[in-house]
């Protein structure tokens, strides 16, 4: 079945600071999607990418889908406290959802 | 705005013991998922629901679990004799519209097997 690797497992960033996880797999993917865990929270869904190559900002966040499909990524500008919790990648087919490991970011005010 | 809502938000059983895990997905919603996360790890995909049946299964949903859908607003999650390690949170998730992977995920029930 997919596998994703998300990258890294923590951040800690100062508040200000930019933040980038990743997400990866080693077969090519038909979407991935990315969520938001806060701390004692459930995952709430951020963004789905289904294009090669795609790129989707959301203010602060950019999102952005591989050429070939195999990989994702998050960026976030200027971090901000809120921002705190971890965020996980998913790529889904077939009815099932995998969900990567996760990157849990904290910020120093 | 419309949510998913879960019950019991905390249930504590004994191992052995049957558990049935109850959500209530958005009500236009034609995907239904459960997932489970054990503490501090990722979420683990364990079952999709669509059309009355199920679409797909991990390894984990062996025997002891089972899904029902039984009056076309709930969803249920059925554990027949727990264990120590079903210890989990339990998400339920429902998805529809445009795709079937923007998934609204309930605030789950915490199963604590003692």
């Known amino acids: 079945g997919q596998q994703v690797m998300q990258i890294p497992q923590y951040q800690h960033v100062q508040e200000g600071e930019d933040f980038t996880t990743y997400c990866n797999s080693s077969?090519?993917?038909?979407?991935i999607q990315w969520y938001k865990q806060r701390p004692g929270g459930h995952p709430v869904f951020l963004i789905q990418?289904?294009?090669?190559?795609e790129v989707k900002k959301q203010k602060r966040l950019t999102f952005q889908f591989g050429e070939a499909k195999k990989n994702s990524s998050l960026h976030i500008t200027a971090t901000q406290t809120t921002d705190v919790g971890t965020y996980f990648c998913?790529?889904?087919?077939?009815?099932?959802?995998?969900f990567g490991d996760g990157t849990t970011l904290t910020v120093k005010p | 705005e419309p949510e998913v809502t879960q019950t019991p938000s905390h249930q504590v059983t004994q191992m052995g013991q049957e558990v049935i895990l109850r959500c209530v997905p958005i009500?236009?919603?034609?995907?239904f998922y459960w997932y489970r996360q054990i503490l501090g790890q990722k979420v683990e995909f364990l079952v999709s629901?669509?059309?009355?049946?199920?679409?797909?299964k991990s390894e984990i949903f062996d025997d002891q679990f089972s899904v029902e859908r039984p009056d076309g607003s709930n969803f249920t999650l059925k554990i027949r004799s727990t264990k120590l390690e079903d210890s989990a949170m339990y998400f339920c998730?429902?998805?529809?519209?445009?795709?079937?992977?923007?998934?609204?995920f309930g605030p789950g029930t915490r199963l604590t097997v003692t």
């Open positions: 990418l289904v294009k090669s190559g």
């Open positions: 998913a790529a889904s087919g077939a009815g099932k959802s995998t």
């Open positions: 077969t090519t993917l038909s979407n």
């Open positions: 998730a429902s998805a529809g519209g445009q795709s079937s992977y923007e998934q609204y």
């Open positions: 009500s236009n919603h034609l995907y």
């Open positions: 629901f669509y059309n009355n049946e199920i679409s797909e």
